[in-house]
């Protein structure tokens, strides 16, 4: 069975911590992406990385970073945590389609953060 | 930009059948993925088009023009358990990114 993993399912920070959230995929994809998914938005692409040590911005990379030392593990860190970045927190993967195309992807369970 | 529409809520009947339609505007199209989330669960993928017109998937199918920017998700036999937000997602060739709906809530009723 295919899995997806993230490190907390829900996680309190306070004002300007640095906050590091883990996903681990076991399924050997090339792809991994963060996400955010707040009420009425829908799911926002934060960063993605389509092989080790490689990263490209999403849509809303102010305020983030990722790191992709390996190929199972895809880490965003918030540099230092605000209010507006309380939010579910989704990481996915995806294998690769012929051509380079993503295919459809997986994503772990979402770690929900509160920044107070 | 990239804009992706969808309505927020439905209500169907259980064993009734639903569409539940996505619109998009976007450059760089190659395929549009549909995903079902139930409330406090990761999305899970039920389908995808790449070219035009039908895809079925035993109780669902999804349909795609790509010349009106519009996509269908067709449920069947609707059941209890069918209760959930339904994601539509467009892939485009800008980096192979993914551009997410804002979700439809269905609500099944007995």
């Known amino acids: 069975d295919v899995k997806v993993t993230q490190s907390s399912r829900y996680l309190v920070k306070r004002t300007g911590e640095k906050v590091f959230l883990e996903c681990v995929q076991d399924m050997d994809h090339e792809n991994m992406f963060w996400y955010r998914q707040d009420p009425g938005l829908g799911l926002r692409l934060i960063y993605f990385?389509?092989?080790?040590?490689?990263?490209e911005k999403g849509d809303i990379p102010e305020g983030y970073s990722v790191s992709r030392e390996k190929k199972e593990r895809f880490s965003l860190i918030l540099e230092s945590a605000s209010t507006n970045q309380t939010s579910m927190y989704l990481c996915?993967?995806?294998?690769?389609?012929?051509?380079?195309?993503?295919?459809?992807?997986?994503f772990g369970p979402g770690t929900r953060l509160t920044v107070l | 930009g990239q804009n992706i529409d969808q309505p927020t809520e439905m209500t169907a009947t259980e064993g009734a059948i639903v569409q539940i339609n996505c619109t998009y505007q976007?450059?760089?199209?190659?395929?549009l993925f549909w995903y079902q989330q139930h409330a406090g669960e990761a999305p899970t993928f039920l389908s995808y088009n790449v070219l035009d017109g039908l895809e079925e998937k035993g109780r669902f199918s999804s349909f795609l023009s790509r010349s009106k920017g519009y996509s269908y998700l067709l449920l069947k036999e609707l059941q209890m358990k069918d209760s959930a937000s339904y994601l539509c997602?467009?892939?485009?060739?800008?980096?192979?990114?993914?551009?997410f709906g804002s979700g439809t809530k269905l609500n099944v009723k007995p």
């Open positions: 976007t450059s760089g199209f190659n395929g």
């Open positions: 990385s389509y092989d080790v040590k490689m990263k």
């Open positions: 997602a467009v892939r485009v060739y800008n980096f192979n990114k993914f551009y």
């Open positions: 996915a993967s995806s294998s690769l389609l012929a051509g380079g195309l993503p295919n459809e992807q997986f």
